[in-house]
């Protein structure tokens, strides 16, 4: 019993710490795409003031635009003549718009992101990863990259990029730069939307129409409900598999309560002719050790309960995870243990109720 | 002496008990034994005669292969086991050899076991128990555990819930045999004063002074009963 209630309660604790993780990130996030395989609409984009419309809805603190250029484009710290073709395609570029840096928090190690008054200047910004690749420890001498032997001046490094993950193996430069010396997005440029807590339904509700009134159908604004239902898969996976365990740890709970009263029977079975002897039935016999194996599962509910509880306290204090535990565990394990008494019992007891009164004088 | 059947407690005709086997043991053989109400009947034979399987007949414990056995004026015979199990329970008091007291349960409550499976009252019960345990001179031992008791303490804690019951029969299987003879000798006392106050006993025994106690003796030899001695006209 113990077993089964630590491992639901830590299967819980486990499952609400994933669901705080979720939620840090994508409860207050909308990504907007673009329908495609919509044929008529082949040449619709986000409009130039997208990042200006989106952010006038309530509840949106940033949003900019993202998309990555094409595998072919050509990063090198070299000038165009030495210029080596050997970077190709192990560093991407990235074009953003300026929002798009607040929209998605990231961490800047060295230097500064370029904003709205730097977003038609030819400027860079580089993940870590990338400066040591290009050797630009430092960007305080204005180091240059050059893409497609274009020269973009680098201002500044990132440490870290939580939500866009590949920003941090990318060049980023803005995205009017990218648009006007590469084109349009191919592959279609994408939104990030960071909004107040809880505004993330209602913003993806009327970013649509925002973008595109007379065809909201073009954009897909998706929230972390809808990443939630992965989530829930997830976290449902895992929990079959914790419930399987506890399963497991209830059969084998049960094996060891008919274990104990068998052989508590068989220890008694001068007792239990001496009670035949007195007057008792078969049937008061087989009661007895039921409600003796009923009463020891209910007891071991009980302790397994509390030694359950300390050992799920124990574990999220290890793991510096919030305890957490559906009360219904708690209350329903004693009568998960007696009914699971009631059952380990049945076979002992049937054997009990067996035992002939001759045998009180056999030993 | 009158052998009226109203008298006679058990009355066995022609009954025999053979254990079934490869060969079969022929335990008891075929006989007759009428048992008056106020006897003393011990019961004597060397080990594995036949007397405990004549004590299991008696106490409906065991059926016999053949044979009519009537108890307090009723066949028990074609009697299913529920309502053998209920005059067992009513009309039998058993004293084993060994004890079979519950060690960790104060004696009154072991003497209360008697009266457990019928349907009275719980003071019913309790008084009974007292009067029991009073009877056999252990009213001050009353709330005393059986683990912390002498043998001939637990002997008369078994013997007081014998008689809880208030049986017509008491059966004793060799009730000092694990005691020593000083205390066997004031158990016997017991046995002869509960005698004297009405009480028919059987006593199995293989001593023969212990028999000397009753005044009937029967004797088992290879399942074979023979009756030795009647010393007194008390019971007729
Ligand atoms: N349940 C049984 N099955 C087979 N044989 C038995 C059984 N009980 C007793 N016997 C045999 O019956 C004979 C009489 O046994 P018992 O009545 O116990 O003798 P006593 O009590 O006089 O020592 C013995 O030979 C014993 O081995
Ligand atoms: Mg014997």
Redesign the interface.
């Given at each position: 019993m113990a077993a089964f209630v630590a491992v639901l309660g830590i299967t819980t604790t486990a499952n609400s710490q994933i669901d705080s993780r979720f939620d840090a990130l994508s409860s207050t996030q909308v990504i907007v795409e673009q329908q495609t395989d919509d044929p008529f609409l082949d040449a619709a984009d986000f409009p130039d003031d997208a990042e200006a419309r989106i952010t006038g809805l309530a509840g949106v603190r940033a949003a900019g635009l993202h998309w990555a250029l094409g595998a072919n484009t050509r990063v090198s710290a070299q000038p165009p003549p030495a210029g080596g073709r050997d970077a190709v395609g192990t560093i991407s570029v990235m074009a953003v718009s300026p929002g798009f840096w607040s929209a998605t928090g990231v961490s800047v190690k060295a230097g500064r992101t370029f904003d709205a008054a730097l977003a038609d200047d030819r400027v860079a910004v580089v993940g870590e990863g990338i400066a040591d690749q290009l050797g630009m420890a430092d960007v305080g001498g204005q180091p240059a990259v050059f893409i497609d032997d274009v020269p973009f001046t680098v201002i500044g490094v990132l440490r870290s990029a939580d939500r866009v993950p590949d920003s941090l193996l990318s060049v980023s430069i803005p995205a009017n730069v990218a648009a006007r010396y590469w084109g349009r997005p191919d592959p279609p440029a994408r939104m990030i939307i960071a909004t107040d807590v809880g505004a993330a339904r209602t913003v993806a509700d009327q970013t649509p129409v925002a973008l595109s009134a007379a065809d909201p159908d073009h954009f897909k604004a998706t929230t972390a409900v809808e990443a939630r239902a992965l989530r829930d898969s997830v976290s449902s996976d895992l929990g079959v598999l914790f419930l399987v365990l506890a399963i497991i740890c209830l059969v084998i709970g049960a094996v060891g309560i008919a274990n104990t009263t068998l052989v508590a029977v068989l220890e008694r079975v001068s007792e239990i002719g001496l009670r035949r002897s007195l007057g008792a039935l078969p049937r008061h016999i087989g009661a007895q050790f039921l409600m003796e194996s009923t009463a020891l599962g209910a007891i071991g509910g009980l302790v397994g309960t509390s030694v359950g509880t300390w050992c799920i306290v124990g574990v999220s204090l290890a793991k510096s995870w919030t305890a957490t535990l559906t009360p219904w565990t708690v209350v329903a394990a004693p009568f998960i243990g007696a009914g699971l008494g009631l059952l380990a019992g049945l076979y002992p007891s049937l054997r009990a109720s067996r035992i002939e009164p001759i045998e009180a004088f056999r030993r | 002496m009158s052998s009226s059947a109203d008298d006679a407690v058990v009355q066995l005709t022609g009954v025999a008990r053979t254990y079934e086997g490869f060969p079969p043991v022929e335990a008891l053989k075929p006989c007759d034994l009428t048992i008056e109400r106020g006897d003393f009947l011990t019961v004597v034979g060397p080990s594995g005669s036949g007397k405990?399987t004549l004590?299991?007949l008696i106490?409906l414990?065991?059926r016999p292969t053949s044979g009519s056995y009537v108890l307090d004026g009723v066949d028990v015979g074609p009697l299913d086991e529920?309502q053998r199990?209920?005059i067992?329970?009513?009309r039998?008091g058993?004293v084993?050899q060994?004890f079979?007291l519950?060690p960790h349960r104060p004696a009154l409550e072991n003497v209360m076991?008697?009266t457990?499976?019928?349907a009275s009252a719980r003071g019913d019960r309790l008084a009974s128990a007292r009067e029991a345990l009073h009877g056999v001179g252990l009213a001050h031992r009353i709330g005393a555990l059986p683990s912390r008791m002498s043998g001939g303490e637990r002997q008369r804690v078994a013997i007081a819930?014998a008689l809880a019951?208030n049986p017509s029969l008491l059966l004793c299987?060799e009730p000092t045999g694990n005691l020593d003879s000083a205390t066997a000798e004031s158990v016997l006392d017991l046995f002869s004063q509960l005698n004297a106050h009405g009480i028919t006993i059987v006593l199995i025994t293989h001593d023969g002074e212990v028999a000397a106690r009753g005044n009937r003796t029967v004797d088992i030899r290879d399942g074979r009963l023979t009756e030795l001695s009647r010393r007194d006209g008390r019971a007729s």
């Open positions: - | 405990s004590l299991n106490g414990l065991d529920r199990t209920a067992r329970g009513h039998i058993f084993f060994t079979q519950l076991m008697a457990l499976y019928r819930r019951g299987d």
